[in-house]
């Protein structure tokens, strides 16, 4: 905590069972505002479980978190979003009915009311590029194109601080290439926690990444020094270097 302002978002001692399973012990975790956090690990070492006890799809058993120094362990997921946090999972939630603009309506309306909603529509459009497929049904969209329609529905309710679970999964390399330009553009007026697997696509985007491993908190430092650590090598694919 610098002069005395709390970070956006704190997890203290935070742990989850599951059953005699201990998926995540005594976590402390910071993130400060505008910050750009990527959480790395192996299968199993608890960086979704953890992800998912900020976004509070998980209850955790032990510890708290806390948004701008208020306790939020016990509150509901549509509490969080009105406190200003966007979320996007890896679970679809779209309607392959509708079209873009229509999907990002659904998404305004459940947080802003009347002209408000149709500026913040015009808003998440340009800042995700979606000009062009605006008017298209999301049933005719590539899978890359539904994913950044997704985080175009988060961008509708202008969050400060944004929660992405596995964001370039299925991607082409090409449409990897664009959501990170994307989730560069979002960091501008929001931070956000990144799920994510795809080390080059960290590299990308991340100034500083957490590790995990069993459930703890293995490292913690900027992306380049991570990728570089032969520990972290050895945990992900028993190689000294994960850039090579």
């Known amino acids: 905590m610098a002069d005395g302002v709390p970070p956006l978002l704190e997890a203290r001692g935070v742990g989850m069972r599951f059953g005699g399973v201990r998926a ?3 976590v402390n975790f ?3 505002e505008g910050e ?7 299968n199993g070492a608890g960086k979704s479980t953890f992800f998912r006890c900020l976004t509070k799809q998980y209850q955790p058993t032990s510890g708290r978190v806390l948004l701008r120094g208020v306790d939020v362990t016990r509150a509901a ?3 969080i979003a009105r ?3 966007g979320i996007k999972t890896q679970v679809p939630n779209v309607f392959d009915g509708l079209t873009v ?26 800042r995700m590029s ?27 309710s202008r969050p400060s601080l944004i929660l992405l679970d596995e964001p370039t999964a299925g991607m082409t390399h090409a449409e990897v ?33 957490t590790v995990f491993h069993h459930g703890r908190i293995f490292a913690e430092e900027s992306a380049e020094a991570v990728l570089r650590d032969p520990r972290v090598g050895e945990i992900y694919l028993g190689k000294r270097n994960l850039l090579v």
Request: aromatic share 2%; charged share 30%.
């Open 24 to 26: 995540v012990e005594d």
């Open 30 to 32: 910071t993130l400060a």
């Open 36 to 42: 750009l956090r990527c959480l790395i690990g192996p």
């Open 77 to 79: 997921t549509h509490d």
């Open 83 to 85: 406190l200003g946090v």
């Open 101 to 126: 603009r229509e999907n990002l309506r659904l998404a305004a309306t459940s947080r802003l009311k009347g002209r408000r909603v149709e500026g913040a529509c015009d808003e998440a459009i340009d």
């Open 130 to 156: 979606l000009g062009a497929m605006r008017d298209k049904r999301l049933d005719r969209l590539s899978h890359g194109q539904r994913q950044w329609v997704e985080l175009a529905m988060v961008v509708t």
């Open 177 to 209: 290439e664009h959501t990170a330009a994307l989730i560069r553009e979002l960091n501008r007026d929001a931070a956000l926690i990144v799920v994510e697997h795809d080390m080059q696509f960290i590299r990308s985007i991340a100034k500083r990444v």
